[in-house]
């Protein structure tokens, strides 16, 4: 017998790359320059040249061995070392390599962490809307995946229905921030407020619930955002980190996972890592990509234009009438649709060869999202296809 469970996820196919998958043969009848993709979160700006100098540097004159051997299951320990070192000078923690572990973006780390702090049947709670793929991460660990309504005023936490849902059964807290799909930043004082609810439940049930902050947004951050490093405000965080966005490295699998110094069980929980890896047969990112990420720390790619981009869409489709939360990083946005039903919406909106998605699977039905990792160029080109599409709403 096959595993039916897997089987029956065939079905259920991500309804971004079908969006996208769409565009693709769209593009083949009228020219990949005139379909407005915003279905897929592939960055895309270039890899900073410090980083491919890196690696060829790293390719032509190491020892083979170095570059190509396995690398120990907890990560290089001199990558560990810098992302520690870079993390404490940056943030004013206190991380050493031992609370550091190289994983394969933040899917691999978040695999890692959620094992970690879980076991079959408790539960994990997390924020709508949210990244889609929470719903495999969480449920393939054996926990049970636990969604807070959104407050879509500004996609801030919804406390109020948050503090209903923290039950014993609790054991760890799922974020993102920035967040994937609507852009916003959790400010200092969401993080403040949730910092103390959780301290106060694990005083109250008498055992630890982690908060997994899952990051790979963090440095796309834009002007005067308020952006708290959230581990510093709470003991027991595990950060989920991915150079996938910082970097444009989507394609290498690489990130780490951070636990915070004050965490009792932090360097038990990173070796603990090293055992969770054999279970699920994942295997550190490759030795040259670890080596190749140390050496640019502390570098991002030029992300600019992703604020340049979100600035003309954030303005026209409110002038358009749209009613949107001004992201405050990443390269999302997550306006309502014009109708109730944004399957619909965004089925119109494939007229005009707009891509966008329907925020159904990020748990927020009403809502689309748009992914504005393209160039400028094509973003000013779309403004006429918003501009018809608002038109068709019109009375
Ligand atoms: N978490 C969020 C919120 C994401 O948006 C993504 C990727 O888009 C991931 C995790 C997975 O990141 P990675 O590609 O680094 O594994």
Not at 138 to 154: F, M
Not at 364 to 371: N, T
Request: negative net charge; charged residues 25%; aromatic residues 12%.
């Amino acid at each position: 017998m096959i595993a039916e469970e897997y089987k029956k996820m065939l079905g259920q196919k991500s309804v971004i790359r079908e969006i996208a998958e769409y565009g693709s043969e769209r593009a083949k009848d009228i020219g990949y320059e005139n379909v407005f993709d915003y279905s897929l979160g592939n960055p895309s700006v270039p890899v900073p040249q410090e980083f491919t100098t890196k690696l060829v540097e790293l390719a032509t004159s190491s020892e083979p061995g170095a570059i190509h051997g396995y690398s120990p299951s907890l990560g290089i320990e001199s990558v560990r070392e810098k992302v520690a070192q870079s993390l404490s000078r940056r943030f004013d923690m206190n991380y050493k390599k031992e609370h550091i572990f190289m994983a394969s973006g933040a899917a691999g780390a978040l695999a890692h962490a959620l094992r970690a702090v879980t076991t079959k049947g408790d539960e994990v709670v997390t924020f709508a809307p949210f990244f889609p793929e929470y719903t495999p991460y969480v449920n393939k660990s054996g926990a049970i995946l636990r969604v807070v309504p959104a407050k879509t005023d500004d996609f801030q936490i919804n406390f109020a229905e948050f503090e209903k849902m923290v039950t014993p059964k609790v054991m760890a807290v799922l974020i993102n921030t920035p967040n994937n799909p609507s852009g916003v930043v959790y400010s200092t004082e969401t993080i403040k407020k949730l910092a103390s609810f959780l301290q106060e439940k694990e005083r109250e049930f008498g055992h630890e619930i982690f908060l997994i902050s899952d990051e790979p947004y963090r440095e796309i951050v834009f002007e005067n955002v308020d952006a708290p490093f959230v581990a510093k405000y709470y003991p027991n965080t595990i950060t989920c980190y991915s150079f996938s966005k910082s970097l444009s490295l989507a394609g290498e699998r690489i990130g780490y996972i951070a636990v915070n110094p004050e965490c009792k069980e932090a360097e038990l929980i990173i070796n603990m890592c090293g055992q969770i890896s054999r279970g699920i047969g994942h295997n550190c990112p490759p030795s040259i990509i670890q080596l190749a990420v140390a050496e640019v720390i502390d570098m991002t790619a030029d992300l600019s234009v992703y604020e340049t981009n979100m600035t003309i869409l954030y303005n026209e489709l409110t002038n358009l009438g749209f009613t949107c939360a001004k992201p405050g990083g990443t390269f999302y946005m997550f306006p309502k649709a014009l109708e109730e039903d944004a399957v619909a919406f965004c089925k119109r909106a494939l007229k005009y060869d707009l891509l966008l998605v329907p925020a159904d699977s990020f748990g927020c039905p009403g809502y689309f999202r748009m992914a504005y990792c393209i160039p400028t160029e094509k973003v000013k080109r779309s403004l006429v296809a918003f501009r018809k599409l608002a038109k068709d709403y019109q009375l």
